[in-house]
């Protein structure tokens, strides 16, 4: 099994900037690619970017495309998320997730990833 340790949220000025980390502990060996996910009040867990841990593969949603840039070091075991341009509507929960070698994968669908977690709060004051 793989276990996540996500840190890092806080409470932001609009246009500021925060740094998010995940550290992923366990059978490490079995991850294929990392994600992290953001879920507001009352509304589904939406994807934000994710990495693959071999090659240079980086995807990201329309929203953050720009200001948010995803990075790992595979060496720490570690996925960051670099979020600048901050605004109010990415207050939201950020949950990092992992997705196993061996198992359907599909970057932006949170179906498709086995390890979450416990989430770190980011709220964006305007």
């Known amino acids: 099994q793989v276990q996540l340790v996500d840190s890092g949220g806080g409470l932001v000025q609009s246009g500021g900037s925060l740094r998010l980390s995940c550290t992923a502990s366990?059978?490490?060996?079995?991850?294929?690619?990392m994600g992290w996910f953001r879920q507001a009040p009352g509304k589904e867990r939406d994807f934000i970017a994710a990495?693959?841990?071999?090659?240079?593969?980086?995807y990201y949603a329309d929203s953050v495309k720009g200001r948010f840039t995803i990075s790992r070091d595979n060496a720490k075991n570690t996925v960051y998320l670099q979020m600048n341009g901050l605004k109010p509507e990415d207050t939201a929960v950020y949950y990092c997730?992992?997705?196993?070698?061996?198992?359907?994968?599909?970057?932006?669908?949170?179906?498709?990833?086995?390890?979450w977690g416990q989430g770190t709060q980011v709220t964006v004051s305007s």
């Open positions: 997730a992992a997705s196993l070698y061996g198992r359907t994968y599909y970057y932006h669908d949170p179906d498709t990833y086995h390890s």
């Open positions: 366990g059978r490490t060996f079995n991850i294929y690619a």
């Open positions: 990495i693959m841990l071999s090659g240079s593969s980086t």
